[in-house]
C-alpha cells in the first residue's frame, strides 16, 4: 500500500473501520500501513490447508457499523467449490456501498471485499481445473451455474443465478474466501 492508499482506506472507512482492540494507536507510517493491511486483508495470520474453521473476518452486523473481527466457520466445503487463503484484498467503492445498504440490497451479517488475490488451500471434489497452491482472484461475482448458455459462452456474469461476492456470500477481508 502507498501512502495514497492509505489515506483512501481512512477517508473511506473513517468512523466505520474500528481501531483493532488493544493495538497501540500506530504513530508511524510503517505502523498505519501494517494495521490497515491487516484489518483489511488478513489479520496478519498463517495459513494452512483446511484452515477456514477457523476463518478470522471482518464482519458487518448491520448497515453503517463498525466492522468487528470475528472468528468464522465457513463450513463444508462445496463439491464444486475452491477455498482461498486471502493474500491481499483491493478496497472498492462498492465495499462501501454494500456496508451502508447504500443500494438497498445488503444483507447482514456482511463481510465485505470483492478484490481478493491469493492461494488455492482445498479444493471440492467436483472443481475443475484448480489446484491447491494455485493462485487466483476472486472479483465481484463468486459464482454461477456454469451450465447456462450464458456461462457455456464466456458471460458468467449474466448467468441468472449469478453469486455477487459481498452479497449473501462472505467476502475478502478475511483469512479465506470460498468461490465456485
Ligand atoms: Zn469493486
Ligand atoms: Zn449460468
Request: one cysteine or more.
Amino acid at each position: 500500500m502507498t501512502p495514497e492508499h492509505i489515506a483512501l482506506v481512512q477517508r473511506t472507512f473513517a468512523g466505520v473501520l474500528p481501531q483493532a482492540h488493544n493495538e497501540p494507536v500506530p504513530d508511524k507510517e510503517a505502523d498505519v500501513e501494517e494495521s490497515a493491511h491487516r484489518a483489511l486483508c488478513s489479520s496478519g495470520l498463517s495459513f494452512s490447508i483446511g484452515d477456514a474453521m477457523n476463518d478470522k473476518a471482518w464482519v458487518a452486523k448491520a448497515a453503517k457499523q463498525p466492522m468487528v473481527l470475528e472468528t468464522v466457520d465457513l463450513g463444508p466445503l462445496g463439491a464444486e467449490d475452491v477455498e482461498v487463503a486471502v493474500e491481499h484484498c483491493g478496497l472498492c467503492h462498492s465495499d462501501l456501498s454494500v456496508c451502508t445498504n447504500e443500494w438497498g440490497i445488503s444483507q447482514y451479517p456482511a463481510i465485505l471485499g470483492h478484490e481478493v488475490t491469493g492461494h488455492v488451500t482445498a479444493v471440492g471434489p467436483h472443481a475443475k481445473r484448480l489446484k491447491v497452491g494455485q493462485r487466483v482472484g476472486v472479483g465481484w461475482y463468486s459464482g454461477s451455474c456454469m451450465h447456462c448458455h450464458q456461462c457455456m459462452s464466456g458471460s458468467h456474469h449474466l448467468c441468472p443465478q449469478v453469486q455477487p461476492t459481498i452479497v449473501g456470500h462472505r467476502g475478502g477481508f478475511a483469512t479465506h474466501i470460498r468461490a465456485h
